[in-house]
């Protein structure tokens, strides 16, 4: 008996239409000997309509106001999991209409156990045992993603985004050959096509890339759920849910390093436009100043990026630059300001109009000289840089952020990457 | 320990302002020693919205078009249900608000266990333990109305208008003081004030009358639900949920008889204008044709009402009338149609412009001559009288609908109701 988990966004069930789309799709997977769950968001829309009544009970400002506070998140999770639980009982019955026995189970009927954490839940345990037999007997089983039950027997969710962390610890549990996440786009290109005509869709692409990739902003997949599929190592595989069974549609398989026999020096490029560059001028040089810096960050939850220390002109001093999500500059500043005096800052400057440009390959661990052609393209354009990172599989660099799209080709062209 | 059970309909749930209204009118009924549970309904318009999305994906027509297939209820009530969901989350939230611990209760987590007759589901047991100590406890529990869970673990919904019947159930199983619901009217009036100007609203009605009242077009409380309190010996008040706490809010008290001092012979006049008069005319006048008749009628699942049997002109033969309701007057003809021959009707009349006019008062089981009084008011206006049927407690009688207002009008006022 092999499994099969399916998983379909919001867009993908947004109407009626499309969940019967959705549910034909479904019904081409079926064959004899392979039981099929699918894993639902909230119709698309439903999310924010849902969040924006519980914040107008709650007393919140519309949208934009901080989220609801943690001693109302639990109650919040009630209300804005009622959204899944729709689509569930809704696309159980287009698939009924078609013929094929299906039925919903709800996060407490699984169940999908959580930790406590309402809002931002963790899987904890998927009780497989009645799911399994119900799926290996034909019914498809239809669960609704980014929710749980908690210890406490209360609703909780998963955060933003956390249906695809659903459908992959679904996958895990029931042992599934592999996890299907249909949705608006049709793969992973290897850059945004928005930007570079000739992006191409790859056939695969390793964990870790992929992890590179949605954490640099790629929006295909959330970063959990490529996390955990990495370590429970699921194949999952991204592809269009806006075509008719049958047609071609083979998206992206996201896979072991091992799978991947060509392996490529950079399978993609990506950019982050949610960036800015704090310099710090004239910080005291001595140990402990880094120490203090980042802990005061780290207490205001910050999440700093890159880290450039250089020497200042001044004997005795240096600069100090780092890079955080755009919205947390304000705070980032504010963080420094108490401890000032303490560490001898001269001065701070916050550059807001720059972006983060990536090369992500797996292929890069063992190739020299990968660095040299990204800066040497970059150079050609005319793109300063202003920072540098790498890891093992990736380098990304801060450039202006006017230069975004122009870095992002030139980059894609260079490693070979444009479709022929 | 006392403990009160509160119901908040879909009109006083309807949005974020209305819900806050609602909170606010919860707090005022806090007080030490009393522990709160409150039932809510859907926000208005929102069941409506998701059985039409539940009737797309099950493939049937628009609104008017029948419910879907038996087996499809199941997910029918997964997909309805969550409309009770979202309110009890956005409750709990504005008493959180106002400073009132509170939480919702789903009706797993309770649980609400029901039978497993999906979309018209009867309450079977309410598990009080958990949520009596949280209400004893101070905190207020926030329940969904109209659903429960089955015995095979699935959501269940109880037919339309089946919240009321929630918290009636709610109340009897906490063994609480009364159950308050909060409604879009101030309270059951002797009869329709939209007819009736001079209509009053009572300040107690018993059960009987109340369930006389219900099934007789008075739509303030939905007929199980009464029956249940009756069952249960539940007083139940109603009154409006749009004023603010400390306001004149009476409402109606529903209870028993013997809690009623001054015992009205007439409480109130209902009407219906949602009736048909079938005609069977020359019908062979022999044992089991009317069984015969009524056998058919039952199995087309037809509700017959009023019967009326009289001779015929020729000899050996009867006339029979009955009134159903006016949607299913086609459907009995058909009924009838079959047997036609095996019991000799000669023609079948169909009248639809006909509504039913009821006099109601537990007072009239110790009193004579209030047939009379109805008989001789109408009489003075000139109303015919089709057919006549009564109970203990209530005078029935068939009129041209086109006289339905005037009828309603001089019974009110020829029994004393008209206030002053």
Known sequence: MSRLVMKFGGTSVGDVERIARAARLVAAERK????????????????????????????????????????????????????????????ALAL?????????????QVPIRTDDAHSKARVADIETTEIGRAIDAGEVAIVPGFQGVSGAGRVTTLGRGGSDTSAVALAAALKAERCDIYTDVDGVYTTDPRIVAKARRLEKISYEEMLEMASLGAKVLQTRSVELAFAQRVPVRVLSSFVEPGAHNPGTLVCSEEEIVE???????????????????GVEDHPGVAAEIFARLADANINVDMIVQAEARQPGRQNMVFTCPDRDAG?????????REKIGVEDIHVRRDVAKVSVIGIGMKSQVGVAKTMFAALA????????????????????????????????HTAYGLDAA
Chains 1, 2 share one sequence.
């Open 331 to 339: 705070r980032a500043v504010d963080a420094i300001d108490k401890v």
């Open 263 to 281: 392996k490529q020096v950079v399978s993609g490029v990506a950019y982050s436009r949610d960036e800015a560059k704090v310099t710090l001028l």
């Open 32 to 91: 004899p000997g392979r039981g099929l769950a699918v894993v639902v968001s909230a119709m698309s829309g439903e999310t924010d309509r849902l969040v924006s009544l519980a914040r107008g009970a709650a007393g919140e400002a519309g949208n934009g106001a901080p989220p609801p506070a943690d001693d109302f998140n639990d109650e919040y999770d009630v209300v804005v999991a009622a959204g899944e639980q729709v689509t569930t009982g809704l696309l």
């Open 96 to 108: 009924r209409r078609i013929g094929v026995p299906a039925r919903s189970w709800q996060n407490w």
């Open 380 to 411: 050609q354009k005319g793109v300063n840089i202003e920072a540098i990172a790498t890891s093992e599989i990736k380098i990304s660099v801060l450039i202006d952020a006017a230069y975004t799209e122009l870095a992002v080709r030139a980059l």
